[in-house]
Nanobody, 121 residues
Framework: QVQLVESGGGLVQPGGSLRLSCAAS????????MGWYRQAPGKERELVAV???????RYADSVKGRFTISRDNGKNTVSLQMNSLKPEDTAVYYC???????????????WGQGTQVTVSS
């Protein structure tokens, strides 16, 4: 089974910055994509940013120019640098991966436990 361990959430004032990190367990044999989703109270979970293997990162329109996703393929980690944070960025942020898992090498979709990001003065 794949475990995704997230860190870096917290409380920040509007205009501030936070960096989220996510590390995947060593049971992964190959990662297709790694990324971040978020879910605000009363809303559906939405894509924030995703980094495909060897491809171009994709961002939600609401975070373009403010958030940057990066991935370390050798360590199976993904990070999200969030700048110029707004109150509407407040949500639980979830790490996500589409990956193959040992020993079967079958692909699945996996989620972290979520980390709270609150933007408030």
């Amino acid at each position: 089974q794949v475990q995704l361990v997230e860190s870096g959430g917290g409380l920040v004032q509007p205009g501030g910055s936070l960096r989220l990190s996510c590390a995947a367990s060593e049971s992964i044999s190959n990662i297709n994509t790694m990324g971040w989703y978020r879910q605000a109270p009363g809303k559906e979970r939405e894509l924030v940013a995703v980094m495909p293997s060897g491809g171009v990162p994709r961002y939600a329109d609401s975070v373009k120019g403010r958030f940057t996703i990066s991935r370390d393929n050798g360590k199976n980690t993904v990070s999200l640098q969030m700048n110029s944070l707004k109150p509407e960025d407040t949500a639980v942020y979830y790490c996500n991966t589409v990956a193959a898992v040992r020993p079967t090498n079958r692909y699945g979709v996996f989620w972290g436990q979520g980390t709270q990001v609150t933007v408030s003065s």
